[in-house]
């Protein structure tokens, strides 16, 4: 080994003897040759960061903020049930100016089977139900909302709805996992991180999946274009895609506002995703101008200043990254569009339509139903310091929230003034959970990434079930867009035939054991429905078994009919 070393010393130091003999001119001119350059590159560096005062597209620019920091707002939030109550006060005098009547507070048992999926994605158990319908204590629904928020299941439910949002299903995805941005979310909604800082994160990630989840989000929307249009629907809550090719035909929104946004991404460089195939990695980082065979740059571009949307164009730093400073601008208190984004699309989330429609077009010509709700709920948002977990225990904790879905009278018709609470269609991922939570684990185990190709496609049958029933981008949780393919999905999967043929029975008869005919048919229904039977549903049920030969299979039968009602897989 020393032999070797030594002989490749010498190979080392003749070829360098060798390179310098060729390029050799003079004792100095190596020196005078690197000075040259060295000030050919600070000088090409202090341009590049200072935009020529002449070019006429920095005609109006400001400097960029030199001190950009990670969020760090300040929480000041109200007591949960003044939130609660301001939001009551609000929508009770939009109905009693329509003379509209609202509905009566829901039931013990509606209200826990909703605010259960709401929060967590699943139902409650039997056990839970029966313990929350029999609890006499006043506070009780308060107490449910602080459990559920504190339940595991909560993070996962919060990750499904925001992997949906920030990973969209597109081809070019097929080598990019997106299991680790959904642990990444999971974590942070677990840990009550602020959304400000969630936000910044999403938007400013560099490195890779694997050591930093919240990368994957630029990943899958590789493309100026692309991250530009979920940046500003999915943190300013506006559709500034149209101005991509000419001026918004129907908003304030121009050309120049568009790409002046996206200038911010223009850095952003993403790794060839097809290195995953073959188990390599991903990688996402800011240090130099974008690669554009692989993050591709539309021909529709323009070369315009940067700017923030609605706001100032800045000169930029080339020699620093872009995202943190659009990133810091878009998260603070101030902005106007950032909490209000995120109040409207929570709204939806729990009240079944936003107070804009759609969800992600905000603007001048798309008024609020209830402006003056909006502005008190973000600018009490900004002030808790973008808490999310305090604004979801306001709006759970309103009367307007746990009202019953019953209309009553004339507010039949209401759709928009939240007179009653909206019935909303189970997501694929609160259909599957709250299925497997009554029957038990069935079919084939969830899967990790493959070594190769398809890695972004869905990885096992939670997956493959969800995708098969999710809706459109902008669907609200009251559009029923499942058909009769989803419903002989959810009849004739492995999964449910798995399920009809042995799990059914096994759980019938592990619930109605050693028990009346009558009060295996209350467990039934609450294991499924939240709520124990009707006077009738007990006495057709009841008449059904003791007709049957086979008990077991008899209450199979029953526990598989409910299992396959509408009100299974709708929220109430």
């Given at each position: ?61 400001k ?49 826990l ?63 990019i996992s997106k ?7 999971q ?10 800082a969630?936000?910044?994160e ?28 979920s940046?500003g629907?999915l ?18 929104w ?84 950032f ?75 209401d ?74 999905r959810l ?72 299992l ?9």
């Amino acid at each position: 080994m020393n032999l070797r070393k030594t002989l490749a010393a010498v190979v080392l130091g003749l070829a360098t003897a060798v390179l310098a003999s060729e390029t050799s001119v003079g004792a100095d001119e190596p020196t005078k040759a690197a000075k040259k350059k060295a000030l050919k590159q600070k000088l090409a560096a202090k341009q590049a960061a200072e935009p020529a005062k002449d070019d006429p597209k920095y005609a109006d620019a400001k400097p960029a903020p030199t001190d950009i920091k990670p969020p760090a707002a300040p929480s000041h939030p109200m007591p949960t049930t003044a939130l609660a109550s301001l939001i009551d006060r609000s929508i009770d005098q939009r109905l009693a100016s329509a003379e509209i009547k609202p509905s009566p507070d829901s039931s013990d048992a509606e209200f826990l089977r909703r605010v259960s999926l709401d929060i967590t994605g699943v139902i409650p158990t039997a056990e839970k139900a029966a313990a929350f319908l029999g609890d006499r204590s006043p506070d009780k629904r308060a107490r449910l909302i602080d459990e559920l928020l504190q339940n595991a299941n909560y993070g996962r439910h919060m990750a499904d709805i925001w992997t949906t949002l920030t990973y969209p299903i597109d081809s070019d995805n097929r080598f990019i996992s997106k299991a680790p941005l959904h642990e990444w979310l999971q974590d942070k909604f677990n840990a009550n991180m602020h959304w400000d800082a969630m936000a910044y994160e999403l938007i400013t990630a560099t490195g890779d999946a694997d050591k930093n989840g919240a990368t994957v989000y630029a990943m899958s929307n590789r493309g100026v274009d692309k991250m530009t249009d979920s940046v500003g629907k999915l943190f300013l809550g506006v559709q500034i895609q149209c101005a991509q090719c000419h001026n918004h035909p129907f908003t304030h929104w121009k050309q120049a506002e568009y790409w002046g946004l996206a200038q911010f991404f223009y850095k952003v460089n993403v790794s060839n995703p097809r290195a995953a195939k073959d188990g390599g990695t991903i990688t996402v980082s800011e240090d130099g101008r974008i690669n554009r065979k692989i993050n591709p740059v539309p021909e529709s571009a323009k070369d315009v200043a940067p700017k923030l949307l609605g706001g100032d164009m800045l000169k930029l730093d080339s020699s620093k990254p872009y995202r943190p400073v659009l990133a810091s601008w878009i998260c603070s208190p101030s902005n106007p569009y950032f909490a209000k984004a995120f109040v409207n699309r929570l709204w939806a989330q729990f009240m079944g339509r936003g107070l804009v429609n759609p969800v992600d077009d905000l603007s001048v010509e798309n008024e609020p139903t209830h402006p003056d709700l909006l502005a008190a709920l973000a600018k009490e948002f900004a002030e808790s310091g973008f808490d999310v977990k305090h604004l979801i225990r306001g709006i759970t904790g309103s009367k307007t929230y746990q009202r019953t879905s019953k209309p009553v009278g004339d507010n039949r018709d209401d759709r928009t003034l939240y007179s009653h609470q909206a019935i909303k269609v189970l997501s694929g991922e609160q259909l599957f959970d709250s299925l497997i939570s009554v029957i038990g684990p069935v079919g084939g185990k969830d899967v990790g990434p493959r070594k190769n190709g398809q890695k972004g496609g869905p990885q096992g049958p939670r997956d493959q079930f969800a995708q098969f029933f999710q809706g459109g981008d902008n669907a609200l949780p009251t559009t029923y867009e499942a058909g009769i393919p989803q419903a002989l999905r959810l009849m004739n999967s492995p999964i449910m035939a798995a399920a009809r043929l042995t799990n059914v029975a096994n759980k019938a008869a592990e619930v109605t054991r050693g028990t009346t005919t009558e009060k295996a048919i209350e467990k039934l229904y609450l294991t499924t429905l939240s709520r124990r039977p009707t006077a009738d549903e007990t006495k057709k049920m009841t008449e059904f078994v003791r007709k049957q030969q086979d008990p077991k299979a008899a209450y199979g039968d029953v526990l598989w009919v409910l299992l396959n009602s509408s009100e299974f897989a709708l929220n109430r």
